[in-house]
Nanobody, 125 residues
Framework: QVPLVESGGGLVQAGGSLRLSCAASGRPFSRNPMGWFRQAPGKEREFVASISWNNVGTYADSVKGRFTISRDNAKNTIYLQMNSLKPEDTAVYFC???????????????????WGQGTQVTVSS
């Protein structure tokens, strides 16, 4: 199992920005699809963004144009730049990694094998 650790969450006003990071340890994952999901209170976990092994990104419609996913393979880290945040973006954000290489981007949670513990993002109105 690849430990994944998210950071960068916090409290921000509507219209503000945050950048989430997800650092993986244990082995390189430069050839693996990675993704971000979120879960708000009382709701199911939902797809936010994913990035393929060759840096192709895909996004949920609700965040398209506002969020950007990227990866730094030298640091074994992926990022989620979140701009123009809205109160409805409030959730716990999780990063995920797929063990099968050369795939993606993947949008289904069941396609991922390893998950972080999550980081809270709260957007006030």
């Amino acid at each position: 199992q690849v430990p994944l650790v998210e950071s960068g969450g916090g409290l921000v006003q509507a219209g503000g920005s945050l950048r989430l990071s997800c650092a993986a340890s244990g082995r390189p994952f430069s050839r693996n699809p990675m993704g971000w999901f979120r879960q708000a209170p009382g709701k199911e976990r939902e797809f936010v963004a994913s990035i393929s092994w060759n840096n192709v990104g895909t996004y949920a419609d609700s965040v398209k144009g506002r969020f950007t996913i990227s990866r730094d393979n030298a640091k074994n880290t992926i990022y989620l730049q979140m701009n123009s945040l809205k109160p409805e973006d409030t959730a716990v954000y999780f990063c995920a990694a797929a063990r099968r290489p050369y795939g993606g981007p993947l949008v289904g949670s069941t396609e991922y094998d390893d998950w972080g513990q999550g980081t809270q993002v709260t957007v006030s109105s």
